[in-house]
Nanobody, 123 residues
């Protein structure tokens, strides 16, 4: 599967953005989808993940819980990350990723990665 992330940009603290990740190929619903981010000088970290199929199970990093929402639309082969109440520390390149086997927060368990989209939050 190939992934294409979009929707990043510059936003003021307290603002919102919605990231999209379009997947090509078949069987999108068979993949666990995740969002990760990598800030300046930092390692890549988990943000959110959503289960296969209808996406009934979701998990979030503590740092974004209550502010970010992950969702998926199987008809459009797309996963979204709605980001509200953004903070300067949310500034990072955001990546979407997919794997068929594990509902996990571990980047190493994801087999497919998008190219990343930059989110910059100004104070």
């Amino acid at each position: 599967v190939q992934l294409q992330a979009s929707g990043g940009g510059l936003v003021q603290a307290g603002g919102s953005l919605r990231l999209s990740c379009a997947a090509s190929g078949r069987a999108f619903s068979n993949y666990v989808m995740g969002w990760f981010r990598q800030g300046p000088g930092k390692e890549r970290e988990f943000v959110a993940a959503i289960s296969r199929g209808g996406g009934g199970v979701r998990t979030y990093a503590d740092s974004v819980q209550g502010r970010f929402t992950i969702s998926r639309d199987s008809a459009k082969n797309t996963v979204y990350l709605q980001m509200n109440s953004l903070k300067p520390e949310d500034t990072a390149v955001y990546f979407c990723a997919a794997n068929q086997y594990s509902f996990t927060r571990l980047p190493a368990e994801y087999d497919y990665w998008g190219q990343g989209t930059l989110v910059t939050v100004s104070s």
